[in-house]
């Protein structure tokens, strides 16, 4: 009798724990099944949002929570804004708040929402030929110094939100830049700095790009802070009208999710670790 009892007992015991071991498989199970694939997506963004690895690090995360793959066309607001009107991307990552408004209002665009910002610095090198510290930051000032210097000056040149920011402070500067010492490159944020530094000349850039190539650059932040130096960042999704190819359900995706909690997050974490402070500081309404 006491030996059919403890048969009994060690039965029953392996049968709970089997049961338990059974239950815990399925939720682990569970938890680790992958999103189904949905397709992909074309995004059509500013250099300044791949080179200082931003995208690199959320796209894996929207990925993984919306199975929407993501590819990325990195060229300046400006490009970004025509493949949104030619209808070559899906959805577009900008930051040029004038004209993504232009955008919106000739029906390019079906949605917007406000992302993220930070600023932009303008650097130069250490021994700052044309005086800018003493410019006290006031970046139109700063400009003016470097024109009457006629020291070397870098510009992006490719209709980005960066050289449309340059542009403009040219102007509040009541400055027509033109001349050997200003050299118009045609390129993006990351071989504008190396040129730059190269050069050891002066050059307008964002703060996050700098950031993320600091170690390998001589340049110094010169001047910033400026209100005028402002730099935010939207997402629009491209009217499906264009064509039959946009995809509108993906591009959607992707515009709720970089303005989701969680999106916003990771938003606001990314370099903190590295530099002690955030790249982009997540800004959706």
Known sequence: MRKNRKLISVLLICAVAMMFMAGCGGNAQEEQQPVEPKGSIILA????????????????AFTAETGWEVNTIAVGTGKALQMGVD????????????????????????????VMYNDYVLVGPAADPAGVKACENVVADSMAAIA????????????????KKELNIWKAAAIEPAGEWYVSAGAGMGDVLKMADEKQAYTITDRATYLS???????????????????????ITVNPEKNDQINEEGAKAFAD???????????GEFGVEE???PLFTPDAK
């Open 45 to 60: 963004t500013t250099t300044s949002t791949q080179d200082s690895g931003l995208l690199d690090y959320l796209l894996p």
């Open 87 to 114: 209808g070559e991307a899906d959805v577009l990552l900008v930051h040029a708040r004038a004209s993504e408004d232009e955008f919106m209002a000739n029906g390019d665009g079906t949605l917007r929402y406000d």
């Open 148 to 163: 009457n210097a006629q020291a070397e000056f870098i510009s992006r040149g490719d209709d980005s939100g960066t050289h």
């Open 213 to 235: 190539m600091v170690d390998t650059l001589e340049l110094e932040i010169v001047c910033e802070k400026d209100a005028d130096m402002l730099n935010p960042y939207g997402v």
């Open 257 to 267: 999710w970089l303005v989701s909690e969680n999106g916003q997050k990771m938003i």
């Open 275 to 277: 530099f002690g402070s």
